[in-house]
């Protein structure tokens, strides 16, 4: 069975740093497009990084230079190091598997809820 | 302000139909076969309902359903049912540089 169980969230102060996880069972995250994706209180939810399979990463330009995706195979796991973190930063962060061309996302996490606040 | 737009909410009485659009421009819903929808329930892992427009994966029930005409997708339940009470979020592709773009979000209500 495929699960993500996402952790690391929590009350940062702004310009803080912080970095999210996400565990993965029932699939191999190296051999997997894998994402994170966050939702704002009240708001939709947005694209935030993509890390491919060739180990290349893409980010929305709202987090490019301050977030970096990254993961670790022999832990089966994936990051989102997350650095001069701000108000609008505050969200649920969900990773999630990203399969096809161009793709959907078909399995997510639970989430994880990072609120960025003095 | 999302890049797709959805109506906050529906509602419908049970085993009645309802159907969410999702309004886009020919930058992503119009110009890609690529959307999909996913299913909110608090506290939960989101779920896939519908991809590349109209597909189900397996385990959906195929009282859900999708569309897509011009720039606006669509989604659509039938036999409404008390466990279908959640948040929709339409997706879209959007091209290489953008990658994908969600919608705002609609609650349904079985009431």
């Known amino acids: 069975e495929v699960q993500l169980v996402e952790s690391g969230g929590g009350l940062i102060q702004p310009g803080g740093s912080l970095r999210l996880s996400c565990a993965a069972s029932g699939f191999t995250v190296s051999s997997n497009h894998m994402t994170w994706v966050r939702q704002a209180p009240g708001k939709g939810l947005e694209w935030v990084s993509i890390l491919y399979t060739g180990g290349s990463t893409y980010s929305a330009d709202s987090v490019k230079g301050r977030f970096t995706i990254s993961r670790d195979n022999s832990k089966n796991t994936l990051y989102l190091q997350m650095n001069s973190l701000r108000a609008d930063d505050t969200a649920v962060y969900y990773c999630?598997?990203?399969?096809?061309?161009?793709?959907?996302?078909?399995?997510w996490g639970q989430g994880t809820l990072v609120t960025v606040s003095s | 302000q999302s890049a797709l737009t959805q109506p906050r909410s529906v509602s419908g009485s049970p085993g009645q139909s309802v159907t969410i659009s999702c309004t886009g421009t020919s930058s992503d819903v119009g110009g890609y076969n690529f959307v999909s929808w996913y299913q909110l329930h608090p506290g939960k892992a989101p779920k896939l309902m519908i991809y590349d427009v109209s597909k189900r994966p397996s385990g959906v029930p195929d009282r859900f359903s999708g569309s897509k005409s011009g720039n606006t997708a669509s989604l659509t339940i039938s036999g409404l049912q008390a466990e279908d009470e959640a948040d929709y979020y339409c997706c879209s592709y959007a091209g290489t540089y953008i990658l994908w773009v969600f919608g705002g979000g609609t609650k349904l209500t079985v009431l």
């Open positions: 999630a598997r990203w399969f096809g061309a161009p793709g959907y996302f078909d399995y």
